[in-house]
């Protein structure tokens, strides 16, 4: 019995060490700009989609794919603020919202397009043999999951603390108009926060893909389950949102071995509503006062 | 009793058609469809048009109405009607329990909830396979017959849907330009406000969720019935998008404009045959297209415009000011 919950929980913080940056991307675009972007998911299928395609079609080395992968999925995230987001600036939340959803079929419908409906899969980045750990079992991927998402999260931290460029789109977030008058470009604040996001994105794409093959439409979900993770940790606090996804990778790891397995997707998603009903700040954030 | 013009001119329209182009294609079998998506989309405008909340799971209730009535006949052998009816009963009775939390809850969270909402409900259709038949569906349901004239031919289905979603349209109308329905836009513009004036905000919103779902619940019934097989496909994620794009293209607040949407979004794929594979891609496009450049939407930018050119005034109508257009040509 402690042996399966082990590998349940091993498994859980693989999964919810790519929630957590999908999470980590949501926060960052909606500190910047207070718009919840729903196309986040797509920037996990570009970058997992397109690096199969660089190395598999064109014979590129899987790194040198992946680089590109992640190049492209910068670009595609810096034309989302600066095509769909940036003229709609002002607009209500269910607009920001209803472009973003917009924004993610059109990246999918591309990729369908591109790609057509096949899953496609990814050799291991080292190796398929197993380690072992008591009873339970890793892969190298796994390893791979984990340590990356723990360098990149600790890049986002350092960026955000200790550089010029995270400290003025902190600045803008809290306050645009203030941060424009101490002379910060605020639209390339935007942009560079947009860009930070989408290869937060494409990167755990790209380390998953290895373990969970990647589709077409293989962002929907983790971009929903993201999301959850974001407001499970309190919407707008980056270190809340990389505690919310490992969270719910544990939970849906554990429920998923120990309840049911075809519920997993259900008990996210209920833990989330219970989260919204008893706590709306999250279980990490500070609770919040409207301005009226 | 001017705001029902355009009802009548509906009305008129619809009954027509399968006159004048009797067993056509696109008029007995798409405008079925499209007079049911009318049904959805109407319904939740009176939620996100009129009263301002979204809701992304809109699907998950129109999917209780048709897994109640698939069940219920198939498997314990009712009547169609009753089925209906407990559909209904079920529908109000999840609604009302959530209504109260979600409703609570604004902006993002409220958009996330209802997408969460709308998650579970599919997941539950899936999972409870000895009941639903799983991802695979569930056939063989009875079709509804009235006194004896049973609705077995696309036509009768065409007579059938279209009065039900005049009638639903009709309701509609009557709800906006009533007392409820101006509390609703009071709340759309600022809950603060509103319960200043004396609104019940909560029951307002309470009331408005609950009736919306008991539409889409009806909607689910009927799509049961006349398509005589249902799966959770018909009920995802993606079909509650959709519905939010017919009320966002046709332009939110506007009764007129959901229907105009649900008509445009349901021949458009039918058109697109040709362009299959960009079918995704083009809608995807629209939805963002239509928020960036015409976020007040098509029935009331072409609206617009056709009052400038009339008035030959240079007069831009604000965005989405959540001024409902058949109360503003009533008054006039």
Same mark, same amino acid.
């Given at each position: ?73 910068? $670009? ?97 977030? $809290? ?39 990647? *589709? ?36 849906? *790891? ?39 | ?85 407990? !559909? ?44 639903? !038949? ?85 909607? !689910? ?79 009331? !930018? ?31």
């Amino acid at each position: 019995m402690f042996d399966q919950i082990l590998q349940f929980v091993l498994t859980g913080i693989t999964v919810g060490a790519t929630y957590a940056l999908v999470a980590l991307g949501f926060a960052i675009i909606f500190n910047a700009s207070d718009v919840v972007n729903f196309s986040q998911g797509e920037f996990v299928m570009i970058g997992a989609m397109s690096t199969i395609a660089f190395s598999a079609g064109e014979g590129l080395p899987l790194w040198l794919a992946a680089v590109g992968a992640v190049l492209l999925a910068i $670009c595609v995230g810096m034309m989302l603020q600066r095509f769909a987001i940036a003229p709609a600036r002002g607009a209500s939340v269910v607009t920001t919202i209803i472009i973003t959803i917009g924004a993610s079929i059109f990246l999918r419908g591309v990729a369908l397009l591109l790609w057509g409906k096949d899953i496609f899969g990814m050799p291991h980045f080292s190796g398929e043999q197993p380690i072992q750990i008591g009873e339970a079992t890793l892969l190298p991927q796994n390893l791979w999951v984990m340590g990356g998402a723990a360098v990149l999260v600790l890049g986002v931290h350092y960026f955000f603390n200790y550089t010029t460029n995270g400290k003025a789109i902190l600045a803008c977030s $809290c306050n645009r108009t203030a941060a424009h008058l101490v002379g910060i470009n605020v639209s390339m604040m935007m942009l560079i926060a947009y860009g930070l996001s989408a290869l937060l994105g494409s990167l755990a794409g790209i380390l998953v893909a290895p373990i969970t093959f990647t *589709s077409y439409d293989a962002g929907v979900m983790l971009g929903l389950k993201g999301f959850s993770a974001a407001i499970l940790g309190g919407m707008g606090n980056p270190m809340g949102a990389v505690a919310g996804g490992l969270l719910l990778g544990l939970i849906e *790891s554990l429920a998923a071995g120990l309840i049911s397995s075809g519920y997993k997707d259900a008990i996210g998603f209920i833990i989330l509503l219970l989260v919204l009903f008893l706590r709306p700040s999250g279980i990490f954030g500070k609770a919040s006062t409207e301005r009226v | 009793m001017s705001y029902l013009r355009g009802f009548y001119l509906l009305t008129a329209a619809a009954l027509l058609l399968p006159l004048v182009f009797p067993d056509n294609y696109y008029v007995t079998v798409v405008g079925v469809t499209a007079a049911l998506h009318a049904i959805l989309a109407v319904s939740l405008n009176l939620l996100m048009g009129y009263a301002g909340q979204i809701s992304l799971g809109h699907a998950g209730f129109f999917g209780i109405g048709a897994y109640a009535s698939a069940i219920l006949t198939t498997r314990y052998g009712w009547n169609p009607w009753p089925a209906i009816l407990a !559909g209904l009963v079920l529908t109000g009775i999840i609604a009302f329990a959530l209504a109260r939390p979600i409703l609570r809850l604004k902006g993002h969270y409220l958009a996330m909830a209802t997408l969460g909402l709308g998650i579970i409900i599919n997941i539950v259709l899936v999972q409870t396979g000895e009941l639903t !038949g799983g991802p695979d569906g569930l056939g063989g349901i009875p079709t509804l017959s009235l006194f004896g004239w049973n609705v077995n031919s696309d036509l009768r289905w065409y007579i059938v849907i279209v009065c039900v979603m005049l009638l639903v349209v009709w309701l509609a109308l009557n709800i906006i330009n009533s007392r409820s329905g101006r509390a609703l836009r009071a709340l759309h513009g600022s809950e603060v406000a509103a319960e200043m004036m004396g609104i019940n905000t909560t029951a307002t919103k309470t009331g408005v969720f609950v009736l919306a779902a008991l539409i889409a619940s009806l909607a !689910g019934s009927l799509f049961a019935y006349q398509q005589s097989f249902v799966s959770p496909d018909s009920f995802s994620f993606f079909f509650s998008i959709e519905l939010v794009t017919m009320v966002v293209l046709g332009g939110m607040a506007s009764t007129y404009g959901a229907i105009m949407g649900a008509v445009i979004l349901t021949f458009l794929p039918e058109l697109l045959v040709v362009f299959e594979e960009y079918e995704v891609m083009i809608f995807g496009a629209i939805l963002m297209l239509m928020m960036i450049f015409l976020p007040q939407g098509l029935f009331v !930018g072409i609206q617009s415009l056709l009052r400038r050119v009339g008035r030959n005034r240079s007069e831009l109508a604000g965005p989405d000011t959540g001024e409902p257009e058949e109360s503003g040509r009533g008054a006039a």
